[in-house]
């Protein structure tokens, strides 16, 4: 019984340790389709695209410095000549639904490993939990082009892209992704416009 | 049970990687510069750095970037690109003679160069159509 288990274990620990290499030597490649328009570019550039009028772009950069710091972000970077602005914020990430998810998750691989095994092999019963997030946006302004194709200075489209990345509790990256829901998206320009107004108004 | 495999499992990478030291990662190249420019680097026919600028802006935010530096007097653009993974592209711009803009890009994905030179060649497919304008293989 003690060899039979000793064998396990050593093929166990020469599979983990194969895949450990292959994972650490970097085997996993680039998607195909990391630098071609995908098939909703499109709707996804309308979702984070508005018009503006009655604005120039410097007052709207201004106004949209504004939204960002309500919104308790850190600019990072700008460069008003580009209409760039590039800003980011640490948070919390913890979600309790997610905690739950997870936590039902590990039990049952647990059960599956102790059936297969007949052992307790994640003796550890951690149970990892999504706890920080680093919000990145960046907000990228441009004239408006009238019915000739000639920039106009008051009015200005405006385009915000999101993503995040978050960590769990032993500090692992768990997600690294682009922010795609609309109502993200939504909420952000809501407060522009509110940001907006108070900017012409103290024009 | 982590800390146990750790030793075996970094020194296994350590064989497949064979030694060098990291330090010499500093000036490691794959490929000679002349070779990477060709497919890192397109002209457009235009004079306008500023506008072309905005036009590559444009196309990594089409691209899900979300951009990190921007610096119109150097002509440099760096974004990140988060979908799974992590990539950052650097894109320059600068003139080439009165009539044209050169535009070149290099990405790092991982502990990697990206070298796929299909990734460039959609990188430029999608400029183009952001520019309305061709672009120039550069010899």
Known sequence: ?203 | MRIRYRLPVMLGAALLCGCVSSIDQVTKTDQSAVQMRSYQERAFDTADKEQTLRSVIATLQDLNFVLDKADVDLGTVTATKLSGYELRVTVTVRPRGDSQMLVRINAGYGEKAVKDLKFYRDFFTALEKAMFLTAHEVD
């Open chain 1, 1 to 203: 019984m003690r060899a039979r288990r000793t064998t396990w274990h050593g093929l166990m620990s020469a599979t983990l340790i194969a895949l450990g290499v292959l994972f650490v030597a970097g085997c996993e490649t680039l998607p195909d389709n990391a630098m071609a328009l995908s098939p909703d570019s499109l709707q996804q550039r309308q979702l984070q695209t508005r018009r503006v009028e009655g604005i120039d772009e410097k007052a709207l950069l201004a106004a949209s410095a504004g939204v960002l710091q309500d919104l308790g972000f850190n600019i990072d970077e700008a460069e008003t000549r580009l209409g760039v602005i590039v800003a980011s914020k640490k948070r919390s990430a913890i979600d309790t639904a997610d905690i739950i998810t997870s936590s039902l998750e590990t039990l049952a691989v647990d059960l599956v490993f102790s059936l297969v095994f007949g052992d307790h092999f994640s003796d550890d019963g951690e149970i990892s939990i999504d706890v920080t997030q680093k919000i990145r946006i960046s907000i990228v302004t441009r004239p408006a082009l009238d019915s000739s194709g000639q920039p106009r200075k008051d009015a200005q489209v405006i385009r915000v892209t999101i993503q995040r990345l978050v960590w769990d509790d032993d500090g692992n990256l768990t997600h690294a992704e682009s922010v795609e829901d609309p109502k993200v998206y939504q909420k952000f320009f809501d407060r522009l416009s509110k940001s907006i107004f108070l900017e012409l108004q103290a024009i």
